[in-house]
């Protein structure tokens, strides 16, 4: 499926939607019956509540990328790779809501909580000194060789992101996770 920047940015932070195929790991499941309101229909209604909020920031700042003629690969649901993360990155798709947890480990990512925007992870892979994700971003490991759909630090995206509030996972030292945009703010 295929979708506009606003119908994206409306959809992509919907819990419901990425949660109904997503798979959601057996030690989590309270978390995901909480986020699905079973248990707590105002939690699921101030949610959603913040999911438009945080919709209307994500849209303002898919209008900053367009301004500075940002290209981004592709822009899809992961639900179109059956939600796995691996499949939507290696295809290079910009995704945002998924109901997962960090990669390797068992904690529930940012964008499970529908907090977290993955922009063109080919161009802007997750990296340490052993390993990078998607395998295809070998191609971008040198950062200094800047090409477009990166995002680097100095830059105009980041700039972006700095001024509209959202933290960049490419400042992070554990792991450069240079294609991750969080709202890490109160909303
Ligand atoms: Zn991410």
Same mark, same amino acid.
């Given at each position: ?16 939607r990425?949660m109904?195929r ?9 978390v ?8 707590? +229909? *105002?939690?699921?209604?101030? %949610?959603?509540?913040?999911a ?5 920031? &994500?849209?303002?700042?898919? /209008? !900053? ?41 068992d904690?529930?990512?940012?964008h ?8 063109? +992870? *080919?161009?802007?892979?997750? %990296? ?9 971003? &070998?191609?971008?490991?040198? /950062? !200094? ?43």
């Amino acid at each position: 499926m295929r979708l506009d920047v606003w119908n994206f940015c409306q959809v992509a932070f919907e819990p419901a939607r990425g949660m109904q195929r997503g798979r959601a790991p057996v030690d989590t499941c309270v978390v995901h019956r909480e986020l699905r309101g079973e248990r707590h +229909p *105002v939690g699921w209604l101030r %949610r959603r509540r913040l999911a438009a909020a945080l919709a209307r920031r &994500a849209v303002e700042l898919f /209008r !900053r990328l367009y301004v500075l003629g940002f290209p981004i690969r592709q822009l899809t649901l992961v639900d179109d790779y059956g939600a796995s993360d691996d499949a939507s990155m290696a295809a290079d798709n910009s995704s945002a809501f998924n109901f997962r947890v960090v990669a390797g480990t068992d904690v529930l990512s940012q964008h499970a909580l529908g907090r977290a925007i993955d922009l063109n +992870p *080919v161009e802007n892979p997750w %990296r340490k000194p052993d390993r990078i994700d998607p395998p295809a971003g &070998a191609a971008f490991a040198d /950062r !200094r060789d800047i090409r477009p759909g990166m995002i680097v630090r100095p830059g105009p995206i980041v700039g972006v992101l700095d001024e509209l509030g959202w933290e960049w996972g490419g400042d992070w030292r554990h792991a450069r996770d240079d294609h991750h945009v969080v709202w890490s703010r109160p909303l």
